[in-house]
């Protein structure tokens, strides 16, 4: 979408495109959540170990038996977040639908004999 919103000059089909992939991210979060809190829950009850139930953390650090587990975000994770991150700052920093490209004018402008144009 982003391509897409960059050829055509469209910066409302980026904002979609960015409420998109924050949608698809909160959505994934919880679904990954949810796995994890079934991985710990549904336990067999025949199992040689016998534990209580228990969630493994998201992000940060746990102790569940006499396991410590600390998980943290991967590379691809944190990327993913930068690009989150820049999405709005870019579509700040773009400024208005106005058809321009930041320091020149359309080349109608200057075809119409828009004022700074050496038309004659």
Known sequence: M?????LTNRRWLAAMGWLLFTGFAVYMFY?????????????????AI?????????????????????SLPGPGTVLLGLAWILGPLVLLWSGGDSGEVRGRRRSGDL??????????
């Open 2 to 6: 982003a391509l897409l919103a960059g």
């Open 31 to 47: 679904d990954y959540a949810l796995w994890l809190h079934r991985y710990g829950h549904d336990l067999d009850p025949r199992a």
């Open 50 to 70: 016998k534990l209580e139930t228990f969630t493994p953390p998201l992000i940060g650090y746990a102790k569940m038996a006499n396991f410590k587990v600390l």
């Open 111 to 120: 075809a119409a004999g828009a004022p700074g144009s050496h038309g004659g």
